[in-house]
């Protein structure tokens, strides 16, 4: 049974950082493209970043570039993301998806696996 849990979030004052973590069992998780999206209140479920299965590959949202960094530890079965210089607009629940694919898929339809979510909150 494959399981992603995310755990990171929280509440953080604009201009702050905080780093998500997402812990996958049940997989070869080194043969995965992994992602993060996010959804904040009332929007569609975005695409914040993704990261191909060695890590020699990334995608980023136009909205986080410069700010945002996915990485991932294979011995660790663990995928990151780091995010500095948060934005009230930021504010969303993360998820972490998990995708059997040789790139960096970026659509959520293309993912097979969740996670459940962590609430990120940025104050202004």
């Known amino acids: 049974q494959v399981q992603l849990v995310e755990s990171g979030g929280g509440l953080v004052q604009a201009g702050g950082s905080l780093r998500l973590s997402c812990a996958a069992s049940?997989?070869?998780?080194?043969?995965?493209?992994m992602a993060w999206f996010r959804r904040a209140p009332g929007k569609e479920r975005d695409i914040v970043a993704s990261?191909?299965?060695?890590?020699?590959?990334?995608n980023y949202a136009d909205a986080v570039k410069g700010r945002f960094t996915i990485s991932r530890d294979n011995s660790k079965n663990t995928v990151y993301l780091q995010m500095n210089n948060l934005k009230p607009e930021d504010t969303a629940v993360y998820y972490c998806?998990?995708?059997?694919?040789?790139?960096?898929?970026?659509?959520?339809?293309?993912?097979?696996?969740w996670g459940q979510g962590t609430q990120v909150t940025v104050s202004s």
């Open positions: 998806a998990a995708e059997a694919a040789w790139g960096t898929p970026v659509t959520p339809n293309e993912y097979d696996y």
């Open positions: 049940g997989l070869t998780f080194s043969g995965y493209a």
């Open positions: 990261i191909n299965w060695t890590g020699s590959r990334t």
